[in-house]
């Protein structure tokens, strides 16, 4: 009975919305810029997921194509992110996101 | 089967986010990050997207790891020089899924694949030139207080 339930991309979506919902849930709620960077990667691996999952449902290569370009632009975003992060903790050791308030108008 | 492994992923996954986002210590966050990490590279090999497990597993979590723990941008460099070796040696198995991809990146996203070059180099870059400027100038506040 088991066997017969093969999972299908509906399932690997709501998956994918599930985790994009944890990820912008910690974002707002966190306050420590490492953390929140980590949930912005959980909302991209969720996006992810989804065209993995769309590319397996239609065929298409083009979606795992596209999740390559996320990754590289992820990486990107991390090294450049986290060069930021670092130099303002570098200043302000022990800093939140609640800190950085200095542009608020 | 492939229900076990979607069940025993998913629960990965979600644990994994869900301790990202209660973990009080930023390094107990980025072990949760990669357990999500390697969850959802379980999900890539059983969609046949292996190429791109193989790539979220050691560059996706490996940096992730570089991140919070050692928080040093070298590290992710490091990592994304290993990928180029596995890649390679991906690549001589022959694998379908590997050959699809490589003739759907190098022929219709070609211009695009290079764009992301340029975008690497921009990003490494740019980092190098911020932290250093950012060196100097703290190590001087430090001095003067």
Known sequence: VIAAYVPTSTWYLLLAA???GIGTTGLLVRRNPLVMFMCIELMLNAANLTFVAFA??????NG???????LVVAAAEVVVG???IVSILRRRPGATADDLAEMKG | MELVVFVLASGMVLAGAFGVVVMSNPVHAAMSLVLTLFGVAVHFVAMEAHFLAAVQVIVYAGAIVGVGTIGLVAAAILR???????????EASGDSNIRLLARNLFQDHVFAF?????????????????TRRSTS???NEDGGT
């Open chain 1, 64 to 70: 795992q194509t596209s999740v390559f370009f996320v």
């Open chain 1, 56 to 61: 397996m449902q239609t065929g298409d290569i």
């Open chain 1, 18 to 20: 599930a985790l994009f």
């Open chain 1, 82 to 84: 986290l060069g930021i």
């Open chain 2, 137 to 139: 100038p703290s190590e």
């Open chain 2, 80 to 90: 994304a020089k290993d990928t180029v070796e596995r890649q390679d040696a991906l």
């Open chain 2, 114 to 130: 290079e764009l992301t070059s340029v975008l690497l180099i921009v990003a490494v870059a740019g980092t190098v030139v911020m």
